[in-house]
């Protein structure tokens, strides 16, 4: 079992290091995997990894929240790069690691943490580990959150791949694996043996949780993917967060007008991909310009705006007498619309009544 998800975690992390395209989110996947690697060879080699490596495998362990945050952030923040302030998140790893190789020297079997025979102060650290782990969850939660917030500010349409209800999932999981390392000691597990609730809570665990993460972090696609708009984006975005760069209303009115024209008249909403980032390069203004304008002026976000023409295309070709051979699906990914269930909620958000109520009134 050991030597078999070794070899699946060196595959996998092989597998995201040469994963196209090149992106830092497959470098931190293909990292976290070598980590389990390391972790489950740890148990098979003669003496543990202590035996080995100097600082063994436990300082490791608080690396595994850095990466998935990493991972994370790196998917749902546009032009994400790494900061000098980011190397803060090694400090406890540093910290650990140089704990012991001076001072805690000892080879620690993780058998006795699950016996609750391990002294206070190593009971303390892995206990902290855990917390550790557990705050960096809560963090990407919140991440998520504050994407799911966004969407509506970017994107016209909210498919799986861009709301990552997946790595939700992967959270909780995560989450629920860790509560139980962490307090499993406490239950009565008399009819098993030490080596046995360590593999079962440890290692099957989190043999699970890689192959969980190589199957949806292959399926997962970029979702930011397009260069800034222009050189002024990256000082524009800086500028925002400082309550700087923004447009005087004289100036909205007008950009609203240019882009009430250039919706009406290219239609780029048809794209059912079809995003800011697109509507900024077609009218060569930053993306913060342009969701400033339609928030302040147009009283709606960028979601909003898109799919109201959407609504307003699908009302004028449910009535056209050429396309009644169409069903209202058909009709709905002519207007842009990617789904069916997100055409039914927007057009009801929309309209205050469903697809085929809308057409019975029209037609009465």
Not at 95 to 120: C, E, I, N, V
Not at 158 to 168: E, G, P
Not at 243 to 263: N, S, T
Request: glycine share 4%; hydrophobic share 50%.
């Amino acid at each position: 079992m050991l030597l078999l998800v070794s070899i699946q975690s060196l595959i996998s992390a092989l597998v995201f290091l040469f994963f196209k395209p090149k992106h830092i989110a497959n470098r931190l996947l293909a990292t976290w995997f070598l980590m389990a690697a390391l972790n489950f060879v740890g148990f098979m080699v003669p003496g543990g990894l202590k035996a080995w490596i100097g600082i063994g495998y436990l300082p490791f362990l608080l690396l595994n929240g850095p990466l998935f945050y990493f991972y994370v952030r790196s998917i749902v923040q546009r032009d994400f790069r790494f900061t000098a302030l980011d190397t803060l998140h090694l400090l406890p790893f540093v910290l650990l690691a140089a704990g012991r190789l001076f001072w805690l020297q000892t080879s620690l079997d993780p058998a006795f943490y699950y016996k609750g025979s391990m002294a206070p102060d190593l009971l303390l650290l892995y206990g902290s580990i855990s917390v550790s782990i557990l705050a960096y969850l809560l963090a990407i939660y919140l991440l998520l959150l504050r994407h799911q917030r966004n969407i509506r500010e970017y994107f016209s349409n909210a498919s799986q791949k861009i709301t990552l209800s997946w790595v939700f999932f992967m959270v909780l999981t995560f989450s629920l694996s860790y509560l139980i390392f962490l307090f499993v000691p406490l239950l009565p597990l008399d009819n098993f043996s030490a080596d046995q609730v360590v593999f079962w809570y440890n290692q099957f665990n989190m043999a699970l949780l890689g192959f969980l993460l190589l199957i949806f972090g292959l399926l997962q696609p970029l979702i930011y993917t397009n260069a800034p708009v222009s050189s002024r984006e990256r000082q524009n975005l800086e500028e925002a967060k400082s309550g700087k760069g923004r447009l005087e209303v004289p100036a909205m009115q007008l950009l609203a007008v240019d882009i009430r024209k250039y919706l009406d008249e290219r239609k780029p909403w048809l794209d059912p991909d079809y995003n800011l980032e697109q509507m900024a390069r077609d009218l060569n203004q930053t993306r913060h310009h342009l969701s400033q304008t339609i928030n302040e002026q147009m009283g709606k976000n960028f979601f909003q705006l898109v799919n109201q023409y959407r609504v307003a295309e699908f009302k004028r070709l449910v009535l056209d007498p050429h396309l009644s051979h169409l069903t209202f699906l058909g009709l709905a990914f002519d207007a842009g619309f990617n789904s069916k269930s997100s055409f039914n909620r927007i057009f009801k958000e929309e309209t205050g009544v469903t697809p085929s109520e809308y057409k019975q009134q029209v037609l009465q």
